[in-house]
């Protein structure tokens, strides 16, 4: 019939716009979805050049950390060495503060907790690494060297789209530190409540008992 070439000729165009208007949503779908990874590549090599550039800067830092305060200081002594002492670490945190902006950006979620991690040992290197630093000629700087140095393996593992390496002996030495010294705090933050409850129970008890009968 003739009615049926016209609408055969509508149905076709209809398809073929829909087709057209497909490809082009595809293709513009496809363009957004690269220009979104570029973004995510530009950013993850900012963060890398970030963090290399932290990590020589650290090095070269934590070669001069402060030794543990030496016995028999006068006063003068003692404030000089807290002085000093509060100066290296108020740098060492200008240092990773950075770093740990740049270690938000990383998207492999291993090597991210693992950077993570090796900042807060960075920041516990006062107090939180001191079973680390005992025994035989171990020195702090070469603790915390062979936590950042750990870390650098680490980048440069997950570039070469390696498997992440095992830490060193220092960052292992490092970790078993300061998780112990967590379990310390936790356990007397424990002992504390504890006796704080024990406080509160014979002061109740007390204020309950009757009066003694006076003579």
């Known amino acids: 019939m003739d009615w049926i070439s016209p609408v055969s000729g509508l149905v076709g165009a209809l398809v073929g716009a829909a087709a057209t208007y497909g490809g082009t949503r595809q293709a513009q779908n496809k363009a957004l979805a690269d220009a979104r990874q570029a973004r995510l590549e530009a950013k993850q090599d900012t963060a890398v050049a970030t963090l290399a550039d932290t990590f020589g800067k650290l090095q070269r830092h934590v070669r001069d950390v402060p030794g543990a305060r030496a016995r028999g200081l006068d006063a003068e002594e003692s404030a000089a060495f807290t002085a000093a002492r509060q100066t290296w670490d108020q740098k060492l945190e200008d240092l990773t503060a950075p770093a740990r902006i740049a270690v938000g950006v990383i998207r492999d979620e291993a090597l991210r907790a693992r950077l993570h991690q090796t900042l807060d040992l960075l920041d516990a290197w006062q107090s939180g ?34 498997p992440m390496p095992e830490p060193n002996h220092a960052y292992s030495d490092a970790v078993e530190s300061l998780e112990l010294k967590r379990e310390e705090a936790e356990a007397t933050a424990q002992a504390e409540a504890e006796y704080r409850r024990e406080q509160r129970a014979q002061r109740v008890s007390g204020a309950n008992e009757p009066p003694s009968p006076t003579a």
């Open 129 to 162: 690494l001191e079973y680390a630093y005992r025994g035989g000629a171990r020195s702090r700087a070469w603790v915390l060297r062979g936590v950042i140095s750990h870390a650098v393996e680490c980048v440069g593992a997950w570039q070469r789209e390696e």
